[in-house]
């Protein structure tokens, strides 16, 4: 889910050495430090988005969908490139949970899956500064965390869920897999506080189950 301290995480793999791809989203006002997220995949889920008549922020309960032999072949062909191109490397891309499972069906076993999570309520906060109202916002939160939840639980991979607001925590995860790491964490990449737990019962018990899991 964005604004979940995703581009944090991929900053620190950026600082371990892990090769996040060739053209990066640039930096803008809302995110200063960059996304690091590779363009190319992104544009692939948007692509693939449109032809559906779906965006990034469209809630769906067809999610995930197979993206077709064609989107099938270019993910194989994405990961293929990626594993001539460099030993270690990671994946950020907007709408990879809507397409997993073509993902999944590609991406070698040996793959980590890294799934950070943030109070609903600082979420939506962020996300309103983004001009998402907290009803959608919410049901943003919910879907996406649900479609990460299935994906850890598929088994599949290694799965490794980070809380975004306990760095303490966030970093017993994450240091078993990258050793001793320079974690570039700003104070400023928490400007909204949480509040309160939101009233709906789907959320809480969402977010409940990401706090056991991390």
């Known amino acids: 889910m964005g604004r979940s301290g995703t581009s944090y995480v991929a900053s620190i793999l950026d600082q371990a050495g892990v090769d996040l791809g060739r053209e990066l989203k640039p930096a803008d006002e809302h995110n200063e430090r960059g996304y690091f997220e590779d363009l190319e995949a992104l544009r692939m889920h948007q692509g693939w988005l449109e032809e559906r008549g779906l965006s990034f ?26 594993e001539h191109e460099t030993e270690q490397w990671g994946l950020k891309a907007p709408g990879i949970l809507f397409f997993w499972p073509a993902w999944r069906e590609a991406l070698p076993p040996s793959s980590v899956l890294l799934f950070p999570f943030r109070h609903p309520d600082a979420t939506l906060r962020s996300l309103e500064r983004g001009g998402i109202d907290r009803e959608q916002g919410l049901a943003l939160w919910i879907q996406l965390n649900r479609l990460a939840l299935a994906a850890v ?44 737990l939101p009233e709906d019962s789907e959320a809480r018990a969402v977010y409940e189950e990401l706090s056991r899991r991390a």
């Open 57 to 82: 922020v469209s809630l769906d309960e067809r999610f995930p969908l197979d993206p077709g032999p064609e989107g099938r072949a270019q993910v194989a062909e994405f990961v293929r490139k990626r």
């Open 153 to 196: 639980d598929e088994g599949r991979f290694v799965a490794v869920v980070l809380d975004f607001d306990d760095r303490r925590k966030l970093a017993a995860r994450l240091a078993p897999l990258l050793g001793p790491y320079v974690d570039p964490y700003e104070l400023g990449l928490h400007h909204h506080s949480r509040g309160p």
